[in-house]
């Protein structure tokens, strides 16, 4: 069962475009949402995380937008770079299994030059 | 300075084996993990310790075990390997739950 579902698989970017990745819940009880950046032979590595208080949070060029009522929430690189080509997975937790991070299914972003 | 170390990286072995993937963490956190990466990029939890104490065991099979001998180190033994458990294993670690998780750079394991 995937609680948490991932889209898109691939997406391919001109450099200096948007990038944007979507994510969509069912479970309510999920209170923490981030980010993961992964590159090839890495470990995922956290990129911005949101709480459901919040709609929107912005560090750099990643936002998180963030809509409760749809149990969404979604990825947006602005100014996409080559350097930002990873795949990146969407993650959420709940308050009674905050040890345990659920991920998304990953999207492998390519930006080209 | 590696936060999250993980060896080997790489780990060919026939099936039937027996092997072992050892993880140490220097951050000072208090919890550790196991996740499991499989060919599609999947990643799932399989095991995690707070300060030396098993606190999630997912459903993985009885020939994976866990071991944390210190807070620092969480080790993970497979017994009588099978094809299926080809994948990369990610040890990790955070400080009081799930907010700031540090991988470490993962070892592949090949099961022939």
């Known amino acids: 069962q995937q609680q948490v579902k991932q889209s898109p698989q691939s997406l391919i970017v001109q450099k200096g475009g948007i990038s944007i990745i979507n994510c969509a819940y069912e479970?309510?009880?999920?209170?923490?949402f981030p980010w993961y950046q992964q590159f090839p032979g890495k470990g995922p590595a956290l990129l911005i995380a949101?709480?459901?208080?919040?709609s929107e949070k912005k560090e750099g060029r990643f936002t998180i937008s963030f809509n409760k009522s749809a149990k969404q929430f979604s990825l947006h690189i602005m100014d996409s770079q080559p350097g930002d080509s990873a795949t990146y997975f969407c993650?959420?937790?709940?308050?009674?299994?905050?040890?345990?991070?659920?991920f998304g299914s990953g999207t492998r972003l390519l930006v080209r030059p | 300075d590696t936060a999250v170390s993980q060896t080997p990286k790489y780990l060919v072995t026939q099936m039937g084996n027996d092997k072992s993937i050892k993880c140490e963490q220097n951050?000072?956190?208090?919890?550790m993990y196991w996740y499991k990466q499989d060919s599609k990029k999947f990643l799932k939890i399989m095991f995690s310790?707070?300060?030396?104490?098993?606190?999630i065991n997912e459903t993985v099979p009885n020939r994976f075990s866990p071991k944390s001998p210190d807070k620092a180190h969480l080790n993970l033994h497979i017994n009588s390997l099978e094809l299926g458990d080809s994948a990369v294993y990610f040890c990790?670690?955070?400080?009081?739950?799930?907010?700031?998780?540090?991988f470490g750079s993962g070892t592949r394991l090949t099961v022939v």
């Open positions: 310790y707070n300060n030396k104490e098993l606190i």
């Open positions: 479970n309510t009880a999920f209170d923490y």
């Open positions: 993650a959420a937790s709940t308050v009674d299994s905050s040890y345990k991070l659920i």
């Open positions: 951050l000072g956190h208090d919890t």
């Open positions: 990790a670690s955070s400080q009081g739950g799930v907010h700031g998780y540090t």
């Open positions: 949101i709480r459901p208080d919040v």
